[in-house]
Every structure is written in structure tokens, then in C-alpha cells.
């Protein structure tokens, strides 16, 4: 029972949060309903107080499923580096300019490099410095002071650019859920707070999926933003360095890559890719 209860706690905790963080907030949206209300792809409406409810419901799960591990320091981490993603991911959904066509990480960090701090730019420095105070927390490897530092730097790039990666995904309806939930297998079987992530990955995804999936709510960047920086930590709890440098690679490269191509077109053009992404959905 022990080596499940992480990831049970997890699954339970994210799974209430969310839901009480929700019927909290449909009881009385802070600034009333239209703030949170946008205009999807399909150009209906949808609501984005879905990513505050996931993102209360990632952090306590993950923060709790890690104490049950035995492991308060990444328990820690992962409230500092969920809260970041979702704090400074609020901050970009409630006071974006959408008039602004300074748009991606190369948008906001060029505005920064001309002497302008976009909301878009106040994220990245936040949820940057969030996931280096998280990376701080976690075990360090190396030999050396050198060595451990440039892992502490490549541990908090990670859960940076996973937060910002997993963000960019949440386009289409269950898109960003899904791609979080591929991590849960991995998670679970490395286990201690690892599990306890997928756990709450499980129980969050379960909460919000419904209305995610029928295309009335999404995550935004306060959601996805808080997934992607959760799932980091609890792989960075478990992975060796090769790993976590490897990952972190990938996902960087993606990034650059996203600024060039479209990955609801290359999904769209990929059978495979095209039904999963379609799972769940009502009927067009």
C-alpha cells in the first residue's frame, strides 16, 4: 500500500482541489464572468476559469502526494514551481493585450531586448526565476561545485521550458491534457513523488477533462503553464541528469520550432497524431 499511496494521495487531492477550487469559482468569478470568457478556434465562446481550477488542484495534489512520499523538499518545489506557472500565467490571461502582435518566446524576449516588458515577458522572467528557486530544492548531482550548479541552471531550464512547452499545445479541446497524461506511465513507474505527480496528473485531468474535451473551458496559460512546471518536477525528482538534459533539449528545440511551424497542422496531417488529438471530442 505504501509504494501507491503518493500517487492515491496525489489522485484524491488534485481531484478535490480542482473541483472545489471550481465550484468556488462558477460560484463567484473574481471580476465577473465575461473576464474570463475567449473566443476559441472555433470561434465560440469558452472559459478559462478552468485553468485556475486545474492549477489549485495540480499543486496541492503534487505538494501532498510528495509529503506522503517522504520527500518535503519536492513538495516544496513543486509549490513553488506550480504556483509560478500559475500565478504569472494569470497574470498573461487577465491582462494580455491582445491587440499586442508581439506574440511567442521570441516575441516577448525581443520587446524585453528593445527596453518593453509585455505580460508575455513579466511570465517568463517569473515562471524563470519560480522554476530556478524550485530547481534549488531538488537533489543536486555532480562532484563538483561546477557540476552542481550547472545542474541546478539545467534542472530549472527544464521545468521552465516544460511549462512554456505544455502551454503551447493547449489549442485544441483535451490537446494539453493528453500530452501530460502520456508522461503518467513513466512517473508511475519510477515512484516515490514521481508517482505521486502522475497521481495527481490522473485526478486533475479527471476533474476538468469534461469540460475541457466539449470545448467550454481550457486551460490557458494559468493551467497549462502550472501542468507543464508540475510534471517537470516530478520528473526531475527521478531522472538522471542525461535524461532530464535530454528532455530538456527536446523540448527546447520544439519551442524554437513552434515559431516557425504549426503543430495543429503537422497533427492534423499525421493519421495517428489526428485521431488522438480527436479522442474524446463530441462529434463535429
Sequence with gaps: MSRWLPALTGAVVGAAGATLARWLLDAQPPGGADRWTRTNHAGAPVSLLEGPAAGAGLVAGGAASAVAAGQPKVAAAVAVAGGAGLGFG???DLTEDLTDRRKGLRGHLSAMAHGTLTTGGAKVLGIGLGSLAASALLPRSGATRLARTADWCATGAFIAVSANFVNLLDLRPGRALKAAAAHVPGLVAAGGPAAGVAGTVVGTAAA?????????????DA????LGAVLAVGVASAAPPPVRWALLA???GLTVASEKISFTRVIESTPVLREIDAWGRPDP
Excluded at 493551467?223 to 502550472?226: F, L, S, T, Y
Design 90 to 92: 494569470l497574470l498573461d
Design 208 to 220: 476538468v477533462a469534461p469540460g475541457d474535451l466539449a470545448g467550454r473551458d481550457m486551460l490557458g
Design 223 to 226: 493551467g497549462a503553464n502550472a
Design 250 to 252: 527536446l523540448e527546447a
